[in-house]
Nanobody
């Protein structure tokens, strides 16, 4: 089992920045692919970004150039640096981990999920 705990969410004005963190515990961390998803009120969960064990990453078009995903295997932590935030970025952000390494955009590819952290961007 892998346990994931997110932190770093909050309220920020449009144009501001936030850094989300997700600490993983349990099974070996370095072999997993890690990702961030988000879900806004009344909408389906959507992919944000993913990073594999070697640092390869990909992003949703809506956040490309504004968000950066990274990981620190020594600290069992994955980060999401969010810059130039927009009101449409408002959502609960979830950390996810996949047992099988790769670049996965679909939620079904992920085996473990955190409880989520709220990000609210005011206009």
């Amino acid at each position: 089992q892998v346990q994931l705990v997110e932190s770093g969410g909050g309220l920020v004005q449009a144009g501001g920045s936030l850094r989300l963190s997700c600490v993983a515990s349990g099974r070996a961390f370095s072999t997993n692919t890690l990702a961030w998803f988000r879900q806004a009120p009344g909408k389906e969960r959507e992919f944000v970004a993913t990073v594999n064990w070697s640092g390869g990453s990909t992003y949703a078009d809506s956040v490309k150039g504004r968000f950066t995903i990274s990981r620190d295997n020594a600290k069992n932590t994955v980060y999401l640096q969010m810059n130039s935030l927009k009101p449409e970025d408002t959502a609960v952000y979830y950390c996810a981990a996949a047992r099988i390494g790769g670049i996965w955009r679909r939620g079904v590819e992920y085996d473990y999920w955190g409880q989520g952290t709220q990000v609210t961007v005011s206009s």
